[in-house]
Every structure is written in C-alpha cells, then in structure tokens.
Nanobody, 115 residues
Framework: QLQASGGGLVEAGGSLGLSCKVYGLTFRNYHMGWFRQAPGQERELIAAIRRPSGATYYTDSVKGRFTISRDNAKNTVYLQMNGLKPEDTDVYYC??????????WGQGTLVTVSS
C-alpha cells in the first residue's frame, strides 16, 4: 500500500529525493513519516509531516539538510535530502500513521552515500 522509490548511490555532499506513493488509503487522514534503519539498529524517525496542519518534525541530525513534504492530490510524501553524508547511508522507510495509532510501512529504499 506504500511504495517508496528514489534511493540510490550518491557522493557525499550530493542530493537525492525520495518519494512514497500511498495506495488504497485515504492519504489525507494520515500523518506521514520517513524512518531509516541501519543493520542491527532500531528504525529511527527522521522526518514527519502531520495532517491536516502540515506541521513538520526533523531529528537533529537531518535538520537543515532534509525536507519532508506531501501532496495530498497525488497521495505522495517526499523527502528531499541535500548535503548528504556517509552516515546517512541506510535503508529508508516511509510510514503512514493514523491518529488512532494504526500504521502502515513501505518496503524500504536503500540510500548509499560514498565518501
């Protein structure tokens, strides 16, 4: 129901844009988030955008570099990543969360940043 895309290999300092299209859900009802997970680590919330306000949250390590946005008409959430660092290398997941707590996950997309 959530299909993420846009991962790949980029050099340090470069940019990538991730997309996550939502199918079969009423997109506008969901808070949307991007998480990332390294092998052996817990999945970490790095950016989120609330509904209906569009208020955003960023974890400290990505503030000023990453931008989350959503297009309710396209049922899609985006993550624009600039100034990428090798430590940003992870599998990135999108998440759709209802205020009730029910959530759905995308399949993950790998971002690799070379030094």
């Amino acid at each position: 129901q959530l299909q993420a895309s846009g991962g790949g290999l980029v050099e340090a300092g470069g940019s990538l844009g991730l997309s996550c299209k939502v199918y079969g859900l009423t997109f506008r009802n969901y808070h949307m988030g991007w998480f990332r997970q390294a092998p052996g680590q817990e999945r970490e919330l790095i950016a989120a955008i609330r509904r209906p306000s569009g208020a955003t949250y960023y974890t400290d390590s990505v503030k000023g570099r990453f931008t989350i946005s959503r297009d309710n008409a396209k049922n899609t959430v985006y993550l624009q990543m600039n100034g990428l660092k090798p430590e940003d290398t992870d599998v990135y997941y999108c998440n759709a969360l209802l205020p009730s707590g029910r959530s759905y996950w995308g399949q993950g997309t790998l971002v690799t940043v070379s030094s």
